[in-house]
């Protein structure tokens, strides 16, 4: 299992079922997470536990009963909780859904800018001298 690269500080894991997209695995490792804090069954939470530390991939989940007892009951709820909605609803929580993936993908964008060329101007904070060493330097004339 890899690590993602955006960020070296939290080397999270790829997942394997994300296909290589870094925002993706992300998105998916949170869900896993929350599940995991919320599984009651040890053996579940265990399982998650491996697939949010990178020592299993999410694939694995699929052939493990423990996995298979805690979602089928949750499929058959999202299902009708799905067809309840409206229209409307429908569109609304697919919106909801791009503005998380884009939400994301700015983060791993942001990273990945960060550890390529270190934080943004406005992080780095500016020293009340700054613009006098802007002054030295023109008058200095070094590139003349």
Known sequence: MSTTGGNPESREPMLDIAGGDEARSRRILRSVRAARDRARDPELRAL???????????????REPAFARAAAPALVNLADAYRGLSEEERAEAAEEGRRQEEEVQAEVDAERRAAMFGPPPSSRGRRRDDEDDDEDFETRGYLR
């Open 48 to 62: 998650l536990d491996d697939v949010a530390n990178g020592r299993r991939g999410a694939r694995d989940l699929l």
